[in-house]
């Protein structure tokens, strides 16, 4: 079976400060990866996602970024943290398919102080 | 337009009652659509996927789509307090994305 790991679970960091939250998953080969965050109270807002390795396509424009370094491992990364960053961060896979549903991991609950 | 439309609720149904979620979306062209459930603090777990026009039953949930009026809701018979959690509907995109609506609250009270 299938599993996603995603950590750190939660994070408190600095403005100002650097980001890399890591997501790996297991199980399967060459699946859609995806970064979305959800603010307090709020909907999903996708960030990244990517079909392959080195490819990344990104949905908002912001300080963030994400890489794919490994057919399963997904990346994301800040240089500089702003307090508008704080949310709950989300790394989701799929397999390849356009009518195929998302699964996500746990989760980290960020916090930019 | 919004692409997927929720009420946002609070729906809130009496333990034992049927609750019903719905879900409009603007992509006449969807063919398939997820709904999730998404206990406070947690993640989106997926709980129904459904790709043709009717219903599809699993246990106590019964997902039913309609094209024609592109409206997709979800039944939960005999709520139980442990349902209370915020249920998304989500169809693809294109492009392997996935869009989210922004989810109803349902309290199943005691």
């Known amino acids: 079976s299938q599993t996603i790991h995603q950590w750190p679970a939660t994070l408190v960091q600095p403005v100002g400060s650097p980001l890399s939250l890591e997501c790996t998953v297991e199980g399967t080969s060459n699946p859609n990866l995806y970064w979305y965050r959800q603010a307090a109270g709020r909907g999903l807002q996708l960030l990244f996602y990517s079909v392959g390795i080195g490819q990344i396509s990104s949905e908002v424009p912001q300080n963030l970024s994400a890489s794919r370094p490994q057919d399963r491992q997904f990346i994301l990364s800040s240089k500089k943290l702003l307090l508008s960053d704080s949310g709950f961060y989300l790394c989701a896979w799929s397999r390849t398919g356009e009518a195929s549903p998302l699964h996500f991991g746990n989760g980290t609950r960020l916090t930019v102080t | ?110």
């Not at chain 2, 406070?40 to 790709?51: A, N, R, V």
């Not at chain 2, 592109?70 to 998304?88: K, N």
């Open chain 2, 1 to 110: 337009q919004k692409e997927v439309e929720q009420n946002s609720g609070p729906l809130s149904v009496p333990e034992g009652a049927i609750a019903s979620l719905n879900c409009t979306y603007s992509d006449r062209g969807s063919q398939s659509f997820f709904w999730y459930r998404q206990y406070s603090g947690k993640s989106p777990e997926l709980i129904m996927f459904i790709y043709s026009n009717g219903d599809k039953e699993d246990g106590r949930f019964t997902a039913q789509l309609n094209k024609a009026s592109q409206y997709v809701s979800l039944l939960i018979r005999d709520s139980q307090p442990s349902d209370s959690a915020t249920y998304l509907c989500a169809f693809p995109g294109g492009y392997q994305k996935v869009t989210f609506g922004t989810g109803t609250k349902l309290q199943v009270i005691p």
